[in-house]
């Protein structure tokens, strides 16, 4: 979610098996409140989970996040929008997409516009969540790996590296499914919200962002 104004090889291989609403409830998962979060993920695919995942045989719970009505990446009220559910997932903030032919750049391949959006929109929620703070995109460094593929599920990471002040670093990725990385990137966000200010300030006409509580949520910064 964008409000403007040394090069890591990285390689993941998770391995996930969703669990069902109703296993993930008798766990005692908490369960999110505030605007729509639709279904986990984009379309059918690899990276579908409900809201909980195992990794490794170990239980991990995931926080849905706030979707803003407008914003062109999550918004649930934009026509044009790519319509995506932010969560928290672990110690990384994750998004699930898969590419359709109306997002191409070049044939069979997503545009790198949309690729740096995907990566901005869950690098954001890392800094908003390591600053407890809303922020804007102050720098936006990608870096073009490999093309991300249309018509196959992708999955977007971001992780906080940094949180000093009124200032977080963070890190995305984007990966196919057997955790190869497409696209990477690096980003500074700086907090726009006093102590005084809450989401509400910034968010006026979108009750669920306005009643969204920042500091109940926590990265552990990589750096």
Known sequence: MCLNSSHTEVKLEPTFAPLSQDAMAERGAPVAKGPPVG?????????????????????MTTQPL????????CGYENPIGLHVHPHVEGNAVVIRFTP????????GALHGGISASLLDEAMFW?????????????????RYKKPVPIDVPIRVEAHLLQAKRRTARTRGLILDENGTVLVEAEGRYLSVQTEKESLADFFPDDEGM????????????EL
């Open 210 to 221: 306005q009643n969204f509580d920042l500091s109940r949520l926590t990265l552990e910064p």
């Open 126 to 142: 890392a800094a908003a969540i390591g600053l407890h703070r809303t922020v804007v995109t102050a720098e936006l460094q990608v």
């Open 66 to 73: 706030p979707r803003y009505r407008n914003c062109f990446v």
């Open 100 to 107: 359709r032919q109306e997002h191409c750049g070049f044939r």
């Open 39 to 59: 279904p986990w993920g984009n379309r059918s695919g690899h990276f579908e989970n409900s809201p909980g995942v195992r990794e490794q045989g170990k239980l």
